[in-house]
């Protein structure tokens, strides 16, 4: 077996032990009789798997590493599993921290989900392009996503916090919106049953086009294209004609990818709904029932403070220096640059609201949601359809 089959045998066993650790960890806190102890029990054996999970998550990591010859992070399928590495090993930390066995419950779902969303991209190890071959490759991107990974756990508690303080039995503002950012989490689940789907049945089709040089290009579709690229041929046989064209400046073949996502993943919310005959929230609420606000309120805090100065160093300054290296300016407006400088512009608010204006509980709640909306924003609507110096990831 080779060091790039093992990688992703690793990767594999990693993901299955997160999604046993998940069942062991919901178990833990739905039991009635013994709660504590029960959590207590349940949750060793749940962190032992989580553990477990992450050291053999690492061995995919560097294992890919030897066999690329590079730091695994220049795709979207390397730095999205990384992403989902660092939110397992923040998880790890603030549980060892804190001792609450519901962390695991809403956590290790959302490294699942980040992962599982990761290996929709292709996995195949490539030769890093000229941009690329730099250390501060490994120096950026992984302090960037380790930054991410910190704060997302701010969210998670977020969800935690709202699904307990929310009235899900009457109509309001609060549920609403909580019930959306639900709904935004089954889509990305829409765009992994998709792309198994498809994948599958071994769908391709092939267009040639005018890029935004005016010279032909080559894209190829793994999904049905409902938008097309921008003065398209197409070139398969017994393959889906574009329903739309689209300009130069928008990536036609993510943007296809996202409305399929949006099609699958409404569809499955919709299922969900009519089977259970409940909203998203008021069917998770119960996992939430038995927290402590105060502190789901200070963890969520504790987070962002260690967050935000790593993802500064990752994502503004390291990439600042780089930029200025490889393109020889510091700042160019381009748009990931602008969703980092966006993202940190918000959690910097964040810190202001929580310690001068005394934003704390149900605001400061909102606040870490609304942040991993924006960083989630940045890694899939800004790397899938809107063009730039990024692209290339």
Known sequence: MDLAQLSSNLLYAAFIIYLIATLLFGGSIRSKKDQETNQEKWGKIAMTLTIIGFILQLGYFFTRWVAAGHAPVSNLFEFTTFFGMMLVGAFIIIFF?????????????IALLV???????????????????????????????????????????????LLKYVDHSKKSKQSFWLESVLYGIVLVIGFIAVSIGFSVNGYQASFQYVDKTGEAAIAEYTLPALVGP????????????????????INAKKLNTVIWSILIGTGIYLLIRLITRKRLGRLLQPLAKNVNLELMDEIGYRS?????????????????????????????????????????????????LRIS???????????????????????IVVNLVIAGLHSYA
């Open 230 to 249: 921008h003065e398209w041929v197409l070139e398969t046989e017994d393959t889906m004609e574009p329903l739309v064209e689209m300009p130069a400046i």
């Open 357 to 379: 204006k005394g934003w704390h509980g149900e605001k400061s709640a909102w606040l870490a949601v609304i942040g991993f909306i924006i960083i989630m924003f940045n890694l």
């Open 115 to 161: 992962i599982a969303y990761a290996s929709m991209f292709p996995t195949e190890i490539s030769p890093l392009i000229p941009a690329l071959q730099s250390d501060w490759l490994k120096i950026h991107v992984t302090t960037a996503a380790a930054g991410e990974a910190i704060l997302a756990i701010s969210f998670v508690v977020g969800i935690i916090y």
């Open 97 to 109: 921290m804190y001792r609450t066995t519901v962390l695991g419950v809403f956590a290790l779902p």
């Open 304 to 352: 962002v403070l260690i967050g935000f100065p790593v993802f500064t160093l990752g994502a503004l300054i390291f990439a600042m220096i780089w930029a200025q290296i490889a393109w020889t300016r510091f700042w160019g407006w381009d748009p990931k640059e602008v969703w980092a400088l966006i993202t940190w512009l918000f959690y910097a608010a964040f810190l202001h």
